[in-house]
């Protein structure tokens, strides 16, 4: 299943790699890095099976310094105690999961009209 991202990995005839041609890329042209992580939802006993993704940008030094910092990381465990330092302000961004346009039933959770109603029966009538 993943043999054409394996063979990014090995070696070609110059002996380096798609991935340390691309990691010298980012050396030479990125201003910022970002590394990508995930949580292991397995570890929490929650009932959620899809692990949590976010982009956590790095910070301190050279961009070079940087990317080999974010390289040293790859498929290793990151603890929150090793990136954040206790009661360190952070800024989070997010966005709210969407319900289109919704009526006020789904909306308030104003009650259903009876069956019978004449012009329909997810709409509001009289309150009190």
């Known amino acids: 299943a993943m043999t ?3 063979k990014k990995y090995t070696d070609a005839e110059g002996g380096e790699t798609d991935i340390d041609k691309a990691i010298e890329k980012m050396k030479a042209t990125c201003s ?3 590394v990508i992580a995930h949580t292991q939802v397995k570890k929490l006993k929650l009932r959620q099976k ?3 993704l976010m982009e ?4 301190g030094g050279s961009v070079a310094d940087k990317v080999d910092y974010a ?3 790859f498929e290793q465990e990151v ?8 009661n360190e302000m952070i800024d989070v961004c997010g966005a709210t999961k969407g319900h289109g346009t919704e009526g006020v039933i789904k909306r308030w959770g104003v009650t259903r009209l009876p069956r019978k109603t004449h012009r329909g029966l997810r709409k509001v009538a009289c309150i009190g």
């Open 4 to 6: 054409k991202y394996a």
């Open 32 to 34: 910022v890095i970002r």
């Open 50 to 52: 899809k692990a949590h």
């Open 56 to 59: 956590v940008q790095v910070n």
């Open 71 to 73: 390289k040293g990381l």
């Open 79 to 86: 603890t929150v105690d090793s990136v954040f330092n206790p």
